[in-house]
Nanobody, 126 residues
């Protein structure tokens, strides 16, 4: 069982930066692949980024590639999402997720992830 708690959301101006954190419970954090999804009002939930169990592979949605970066610190049981050059369309609730493994075929599929956090709101003002 893994519990995920996100933090770091808030209000930011367009072009600014923000770092989201997700603290995971449990002593087996390093055995989980981690990721982020987001959902804007009135829109479907969408994949943002994922990182493999070892951290050697990362995946980013085309809409955030070059602006957002996912990373992990296994010593702190924490995964991060660095948001740079944010845009109003990045406004959403951001969810941290975990699963036993990801591959090129599965990293963007929300049903592949077993554990979800409560979400943290990111609002980008224009």
């Amino acid at each position: 069982q893994v519990q995920l708690v996100e933090s770091g959301g808030g209000l930011v101006q367009a072009g600014g930066s923000l770092r989201l954190s997700c603290a995971a419970s449990g002593r087996t954090f390093s055995s989980y692949a981690m990721g982020w999804f987001r959902q804007a009002p009135g829109k479907e939930r969408e994949f943002v980024a994922a990182i493999s169990e070892s951290g050697s592979s990362t995946y980013h949605a085309d809409s955030v590639k070059g602006r957002f970066t996912i990373s992990r610190d296994d010593a702190k049981n924490t995964v991060y999402l660095q948001l740079n050059s944010v845009k109003p369309e990045d406004t959403a609730v951001y969810y941290c997720v975990a699963t036993a493994w990801v591959t090129m075929a599965t990293f963007a599929i929300d049903s592949h992830y077993d554990y979800w956090g409560q979400g943290t709101q990111v609002t980008v003002s224009s």
